[in-house]
C-alpha cells in the first residue's frame, strides 16, 4: 500500500460510485449530485468492481434489484477488498430479507429507499463522507502512535543498556 493510501483523504479526493441497472437512475443521480461529489457508474456489479480497482472511492450506492448479482451481493463481494468503502443500498422496493442481508452480509452504512429524495441523500452523502474522513484520519493517528510508541520502546531499551 503507497504512503498516500494511509494519509487521510482530503474532501476533494472524496468520489462515490453509484451501481444500478436503470440507465436513467444512472443519469438522475450524476445529475443531482454531479457538482458535489466526483461521481462515478456503472450498470452492473461486475462494472462496479471495475471501477473501484481503478479508483479510490469513499463511498459505494448501489440498487438492491439488478440482474446477475443483487446490491447486496455486490456489497458482499467487496467488503474484504474495500473495508474503508462506505457502503449504501437504495431499492424501490420494501423486501425487509434485502436489509437484514445488506447489514448483516454486506455491512451497509445505510439503507434508502426509492424514489429518493435529493436532500435526504445529499445529507447521508455528506455523513458518510464525514465518517469516511474520520476512519481514515482515526487509522492514520493510530499507525503514527503505534510507531512512536516503536521508537520510544527502543529509547528506553537503549537508557536501559547503557
Known amino acids: 500500500m503507497s504512503e498516500n493510501k494511509n494519509k487521510p483523504a482530503k474532501s ?10 436503470e440507465v436513467n437512475n444512472l443519469i438522475s443521480f450524476k445529475a443531482a449530485f454531479r457538482r458535489d461529489y466526483k461521481i462515478f457508474t456503472a450498470e452492473s456489479g461486475s462494472e462496479g468492481r471495475k471501477i473501484l ?7 459505494v450506492i448501489t440498487d438492491q434489484r439488478m440482474p446477475f ?8 463481494s467487496i467488503v474484504n477488498d474495500y473495508p474503508e468503502t462506505i457502503r449504501i443500498l437504495i ?11 445488506a447489514i448483516n452480509k454486506g455491512r451497509i452504512y445505510h439503507y434508502v429507499q426509492k424514489p429518493w429524495d435529493e ?6 452523502i455528506n455523513n458518510a463522507f464525514e ?20 521508537q520510544l520502546e527502543f529509547l528506553l531499551r537503549q537508557e536501559m543498556l547503557s
Open 91 to 101: 431499492t424501490g422496493f420494501s423486501d425487509i430479507q434485502a436489509v437484514i442481508d
Open 69 to 76: 448479482m443483487t446490491g447486496v451481493e455486490f456489497l458482499e
Open 53 to 59: 480497482e481503478q479508483n479510490n472511492i469513499s463511498i
Open 131 to 150: 465518517t469516511h474522513r474520520l476512519r481514515r484520519e482515526n487509522k492514520f493517528m493510530m499507525e503514527q502512535l503505534k510507531l512512536s510508541n516503536e
Open 12 to 21: 476533494d479526493q472524496m468520489q462515490l460510485l453509484y451501481v444500478d441497472d
Open 119 to 124: 436532500t435526504y441523500l445529499r445529507n447521508i
